[in-house]
């Protein structure tokens, strides 16, 4: 298998102490389509990312940089704690209430609480994945 990194490219919008801040602008899967234009439904988002660096302050604001996960193994570790984990707790809670004879309204709601319970559990706890989640910073040569 290859340990080739997916960078993407990005601009320092800010340097703070052993932190980069680049801002990137992410586009959806139809961003390489031919047809996009047409189809209206291709979307992008400017995200910003903060990479802990020893470098840091080799960088400066509105530079060009190139922004990557350490390793492919923390990219499927991200979509598991952001997307298959609440997943699975909204299917438990939801199938819990309906169960237990819960309404559906009050089914629904409370399901939707959950997960935001648990979104805010990763926020809270946010300072733990860092640790395990690793970006790095490339600066590009041009």
């Known amino acids: 298998m290859s340990r080739q990194l997916i960078k993407h490219e990005g601009e320092v919008v800010r340097v703070s102490g052993d932190r980069v801040f680049v801002r990137m602008t992410v586009n959806s899967a139809c961003g390489s389509c031919g047809a996009r234009q047409a189809c209206g439904v291709s979307e992008s988002a400017d995200k910003i990312v903060e990479v802990a660096t020893a470098d840091a302050s080799t960088y400066s604001v509105g530079e060009s940089v190139e922004v990557a996960l350490a390793s492919r193994a923390m990219g499927a570790k991200?979509?598991?704690?952001?997307?298959?984990v609440p997943f699975f707790v909204m299917c438990v809670v939801l199938v819990a209430l309906h169960v237990a004879g819960v309404g559906e309204g009050i089914a629904v709601v409370?399901?939707?609480?959950?997960?935001?319970?648990?979104?805010?559990?990763?926020y809270a706890l946010r300072s733990k994945l860092e640790q395990t989640i690793n970006f790095i910073i490339i600066k590009?040569?041009?």
């Open 140 to 142: 590009q040569t041009r």
């Open 78 to 84: 991200s979509v598991l704690w952001a997307y298959v």
């Open 110 to 122: 409370a399901t939707l609480l959950s997960v935001a319970g648990y979104y805010a559990l990763l």
